[in-house]
């Protein structure tokens, strides 16, 4: 069988961002000025990197990034009054705190303390409820970026079986409820595994498309893929390389090379799943800013 298409990450989020560029030029001729607030707290480097990213990704389509930096020593309460006050200003369209937080802070209370519309990482039990029931909502980004890059690269989930491997709140559960939605990008049958799933792997085989989103290396083994099917790899993990410039490199939870010998596509990582999520921030900034503005 031929190695599989590779799914280029990097270039459909280019699509996407390229097509909020545009809104937010439009937006912006309105006299509106699409405003992401960011949230730090503390200076773990992956967080860091990621809120970098995300920074550098508003300067590129226009959108304006009002920086927070918090010491890792914040309390919960300081955290939630900066939320109140991001929550009142009313030139600041989407508030995003930069998850995870340090252990001993509450991490729920800060979600919810978020105005959900503002909440563009759709985080909020409210704008998660909206999407179990299929209504117009904030979906979170890394869910919301998988089911764009899967159609936007062909591929069909009407009538597939999707089987996604992690229940997480922010990855399997509601990618889940996307993919069960009647509509186009829906129409899926779910299968979703998880830590006590029994025989993971008689689950994953069953799989047009395989989602796996645990965060752990190589645990899709080639074995576990049925042949031809459509693989993406949520997972980002640091593993040690000596030969690499900083010491370790980022592989996702999928034994690439193996299986992109058995799989009919896959994602990369880096360059798959992750732009997209940082597009779909993009997207959801803009539709928060334009709902602002009554538009
Ligand atoms: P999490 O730790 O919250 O959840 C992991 C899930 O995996 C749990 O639901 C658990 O039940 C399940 N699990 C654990 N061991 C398992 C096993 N052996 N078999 C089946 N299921 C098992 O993780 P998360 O926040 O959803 O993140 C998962 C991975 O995705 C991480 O590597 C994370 O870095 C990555 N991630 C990437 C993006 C992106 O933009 N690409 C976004 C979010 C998370």
Do not use: W
Not at 278 to 285: H, I, R
């Amino acid at each position: 069988m031929a190695a599989a298409k590779i799914i280029d990450g990097r270039a459909v989020a280019q699509q996407v961002l390229a097509e909020v560029e545009d809104g937010v030029s439009r937006l912006r001729q309105a006299g509106v000025v699409p405003r992401l607030a960011t949230v730090l707290v503390g200076e773990d480097p992956a967080s860091r990197a990621y809120v970098g990213n995300k920074r550098r990704t508003c300067e590129q389509v226009g959108i304006e990034s009002v920086h927070h930096q918090l010491p890792a020593s914040t309390t919960t309460e300081v955290l939630l009054e900066l939320v109140r006050e991001l929550n009142e200003d009313r030139a600041v369209h989407g508030i995003l705190v930069q998850l995870p937080l340090p252990g001993r802070m509450d991490t729920q209370a800060v979600i919810e303390a978020i105005d959900p519309a503002k909440d563009v990482d759709g985080f909020h039990p409210v704008n998660l409820g909206r999407l179990v029931a299929g209504l117009e909502t904030f979906a979170s980004c890394t869910p919301a970026g998988i089911v764009e890059l899967i159609h936007r690269s062909g591929f069909e989930t009407r009538g597939r079986h999707v089987v996604i491997v992690g229940r997480s709140n922010i990855v399997g559960k509601p990618l889940m409820n996307l993919l069960v939605q009647k509509s186009p990008a829906g129409d899926a049958t779910v299968t979703l595994c998880h830590s006590a799933t029994r025989e993971v792997a008689e689950h994953t085989r069953r799989a047009d498309i395989l989602v796996a989103a645990v965060g752990r290396p190589g645990l899709i083994r080639a074995e576990m893929v049925r042949p031809g099917a459509v693989v993406i790899d949520v997972g980002i993990n640091r593993v040690e390389d000596p030969d690499a410039p900083r010491g370790y490199r980022l592989v996702g939870d999928v034994d690439f090379e193996a299986v992109r010998e058995r799989a009919g596509a896959i994602t990369p990582v880096p360059g798959g799943v992750g732009p997209m999520t940082v597009a779909m921030l993009m997207v959801n900034t803009l539709k928060a800013a334009r709902r602002a503005a009554g538009l």
